[in-house]
């Protein structure tokens, strides 16, 4: 019964979902300082500091959601709506993760713990009223992202490229607008019951939207490339953002998995090596001087 119990408080957590904390690389890998066993050290930490911070927004989240998500095909399984875990149980596992979070940051660095705290009020936030404002929904989802680049970067000591930046945000804005589109294809008529939201949105919008959000991310990318102080040899990693780009479109059309970005990125294979491509690429790139 202990066991049972710990792999659903464990699947509360939303393990699948802290793949989005891999952002928190992206000061350390870009700013060359990769190599330093400190640095790497450190940001391993944010990582798992992070991870646990979101993972008390998915605990509220359903706290917050639960008898929506039992009118969810997929979401009724979730430990809180299928009964699994109790209220109270999710509560005490809340407060344990916050209080771990806080304490430990505020005792590593204050801008760090500032971080934390802006990115939880946010979600607070819009658990309770922003999730319901047109736009302001996917805004926050993208903000969220930004504060993963941010934490890595107070630790590394290092300012980010504006452009990466604004890389950061197109891609997670293109990936909240197709989790919107997925639900609305997913739950048809019932989307409005499960998320008020989605009764303000519709396929056409989001995919006017779209059509703004793609290409804007492989410009923003593609001047990242130009002005990188890397290297110009940069500009060769621009195919695979445009492969990528395509084939997450391509997924989003042919089995309608942008909903779950997570699932993109850990059951499509031809992604999976287009992301390790990339990777190697890059860091190929930065750290032999080629």
């Known amino acids: 019964m202990i066991n049972l119990e710990f792999g659903q408080i464990f699947k509360l957590m939303r393990p699948k979902q802290w793949i989005k904390n891999f952002f928190v690389f992206a000061a350390m890998i870009f700013s060359g300082k990769f190599t330093s066993t400190y640095i790497l050290i450190m940001n391993i930490f944010v990582f798992i500091m992070f991870c646990l911070i979101s993972s008390s927004v998915y605990v509220l989240n359903d706290l917050v959601d639960v008898s929506k998500d039992r009118q969810h095909p997929q979401k009724k399984n979730r430990p809180i709506a299928s009964g699994k875990v109790t209220k109270f149980q999710a509560i005490l596992v809340e407060i344990i993760l916050l209080a771990v979070v806080f304490i430990i940051s505020y005792n590593i660095n204050l801008r760090l713990l500032a971080v934390f705290l802006i990115y939880f009020i946010m979600n607070v936030l819009y658990s309770f009223k922003l999730k319901n404002i047109i736009i302001v929904d996917v805004m926050i989802i993208t903000f969220g992202f930004v504060l993963r680049v941010e934490s890595g970067s107070i630790l590394t000591n290092v300012q980010l490229s504006p452009w990466m930046i604004l890389c950061t945000i197109l891609i997670s804005l293109f990936m ?12 048809k008529d019932k989307s409005g019951a499960h ?15 779209l059509t703004i959000v793609t290409p804007s991310i492989l410009i923003a990318y593609c001047l990242y490339t130009f002005s990188s102080i890397q290297s110009r040899t940069m500009m060769i990693t621009i195919p695979f953002v ?13 089995n309608n998995i942008g909903g779950k970005p997570e699932d993109v990125f850990q059951k499509d294979i031809p992604f999976l090596i287009n992301i390790i491509l990339w990777a190697v690429v890059v860091i190929s790139i930065i750290y032999f001087k080629l």
């Open 242 to 254: 445009l492969y990528g780009i395509f084939r997450y479109q391509y997924l989003m059309m042919k």
């Open 195 to 209: 998320r008020k939201i989605l009764d303000e949105y519709s396929v056409e919008l989001i995919d006017n939207m």
């Open 176 to 187: 909240a607008l197709n989790k919107r589109k997925s639900e609305i294809i997913t739950l």
